[in-house]
């Protein structure tokens, strides 16, 4: 299971259907609370339910995402078969965190969650009040609703950025494979999933304020992203460039 968690693209996934199976088990324990059928009924319909969708969820993630190529390929990375490894001082770990994570903050939308939060507020008000709940009892019940939804998603969306627990420790690896980037702090980051694919990776020279790096883009609902930025640590340029070569011939050119 911890090394599932490690898995970026699954981080959040995993977290919000977990958080969404809480939810729904409170909201469906207070909707049945004056169940004839009595209590122990009423508990075993708001366990039994969300946690039948949790598992159908789980299972088509499992489908579509296929975390065994990325468990596979971990192990393999952990066992000396991948096609580069870097190690890093603690210099160069503060650097590496420093790029991948101003990538994190170019691609974050500081709006998404507060106006999702928002729509969700203003649903549960109009709904209050269209069964004529006390007022406010709705706005008390839709204001604790909306904060647990708005950390639970900020958490969710921190969760899926590797410098999150990279920064926890002063020292760092990354391997590289054909099919993902593993951060040890940090996580793996597939190359290749369910939504995208590895359209490039390109080598960007170091400048007067940042250091070399590889940056690995996906097209992804037809757009180019840049996926996760790599720094190369000093003097193992050549090896980085040729890196890139290999991607060329071996993975990109084939798709």
Same mark, same amino acid.
């Given at each position: 299971?911890?090394?599932?968690?490690?898995? @970026?693209? /699954?981080?959040?996934? /995993?977290?919000?259907?977990?958080?969404?199976?809480?939810?729904?088990?409170?909201?469906?324990?207070?909707?049945?609370?004056?169940?004839?059928?009595?209590?122990?009924? $009423?508990? /075993? +319909?708001?366990?039994?339910?969300?946690?039948?969708?949790? @598992?159908?969820? /789980?299972?088509?993630?499992?489908?579509?995402?296929?975390?065994?190529?990325?468990?596979?390929?971990?192990?393999?990375?952990?066992?000396?078969?991948?096609?580069?490894?870097?190690?890093?001082?603690?210099?160069?770990?503060?650097?590496?965190?420093?790029?991948?994570?101003?990538?994190? &903050?170019?691609?974050?939308?500081?709006?998404?969650?507060? @106006?999702?939060?928002?729509?969700?507020?203003?649903?549960?008000?109009? $709904?209050?009040?269209?069964?004529?709940?006390?007022?406010?009892?709705?706005?008390? +019940?839709?204001?604790?609703?909306?904060?647990?939804?708005?950390?639970?998603?900020?958490?969710?969306?921190?969760?899926?950025?590797?410098?999150?627990?990279?920064?926890?420790?002063?020292?760092?690896?990354?391997?590289?494979?054909?099919?993902?980037?593993?951060?040890?702090?940090?996580?793996?980051?597939?190359?290749?999933?369910?939504?995208?694919? @590895? &359209?490039?990776?390109?080598? +960007?020279?170091?400048?007067?304020?940042?250091?070399?790096?590889?940056?690995?883009?996906?097209?992804?609902?037809?757009?180019?992203?840049?996926?996760?930025?790599?720094?190369?640590?000093?003097?193992?340029?050549?090896? $980085?460039?040729?890196?890139?070569?290999?991607?060329?011939?071996?993975?990109?050119?084939?798709?």
């Amino acid at each position: 299971m911890t090394r599932l968690f490690s898995i @970026l693209q /699954l981080r959040a996934p /995993l977290v919000g259907l977990l958080g969404v199976t809480v939810m729904m088990v409170v909201g469906m324990r207070f909707g049945f609370r004056d169940w004839d059928q009595g209590p122990g009924a $009423a508990w /075993l +319909v708001s366990l039994g339910i969300p946690a039948a969708a949790l @598992l159908v969820a /789980l299972s088509i993630f499992a489908v579509a995402l296929q975390p065994q190529t990325q468990l596979r390929d971990m192990n393999r990375m952990l066992t000396g078969q991948s096609w580069a490894h870097w190690h890093y001082d603690e210099a160069d770990w503060k650097a590496a965190n420093y790029i991948e994570g101003r990538r994190e &903050r170019e691609q974050r939308n500081p709006y998404t969650v507060p @106006l999702c939060a928002a729509a969700v507020g203003l649903v549960m008000v109009a $709904a209050g009040a269209a069964a004529g709940a006390h007022g406010v009892i709705v706005i008390g +019940v839709t204001i604790a609703f909306v904060a647990l939804l708005y950390l639970a998603a900020v958490g969710t969306a921190l969760l899926s950025h590797g410098t999150l627990m990279a920064r926890g420790r002063p020292r760092g690896e990354v391997y590289i494979s054909s099919l993902g980037v593993y951060r040890r702090p940090g996580g793996y980051a597939a190359l290749h999933a369910f939504g995208f694919r @590895l &359209r490039e990776v390109d080598f +960007v020279d170091a400048t007067n304020e940042t250091p070399a790096y590889l940056r690995f883009t996906v097209r992804a609902k037809g757009e180019l992203w840049p996926l996760t930025d790599v720094v190369v640590p000093p003097g193992r340029e050549e090896e $980085a460039r040729a890196l890139v070569q290999r991607f060329q011939t071996e993975v990109l050119t084939s798709r």
